[in-house]
Nanobody, 123 residues
Framework: QAQLAESGGGSVPPGGSLSLSCVAPKNSYTGACMAWFRQALGQQREGVAS???????LYADSVKGRFTISKDNAENTLYLHMENLQPADTGTYYC?????????????????WGQGTQVEVSS
């Protein structure tokens, strides 16, 4: 399975924006869908957004209207643009690929994971 490499994390004040990237090797197969997950300290990993190979997207209620997931198939890169960030968005963000079922934010249904990138939202 393709190695996934996230980048773009950082520290921003509340209301700020960040864009995350997840690069897979060119010409590698990333499965029927990819997704972003996040995990806050002491919390379970939760799904943030997913995108299927037909372009269909799914968002967690907590990020709808603020986050946008997209994928550049030519570059085999997944993106997550985050706006109006809040302290509750703080955590390690992970990229995942090779879903078992399309349109899912269940972490157990993704077979391939990146190492994560840290996002901190604080004043």
């Amino acid at each position: 399975q393709a190695q996934l490499a996230e980048s773009g994390g950082g520290s921003v004040p509340p209301g700020g924006s960040l864009s995350l990237s997840c690069v897979a090797p060119k010409n590698s197969y990333t499965g029927a869908c990819m997704a972003w997950f996040r995990q806050a300290l002491g919390q379970q990993r939760e799904g943030v957004a997913s995108i299927d190979d037909d372009g269909s997207t799914l968002y967690a209620d907590s990020v709808k209207g603020r986050f946008t997931i997209s994928k550049d198939n030519a570059e085999n890169t997944l993106y997550l643009h985050m706006e109006n960030l809040q302290p509750a968005d703080t955590g390690t963000y992970y990229c995942a690929s090779h879903c078992i079922v399309r349109g899912t934010l269940r972490s157990s249904w993704y077979a391939n994971w990146g190492q994560g990138t840290q996002v901190e939202v604080s004043s």
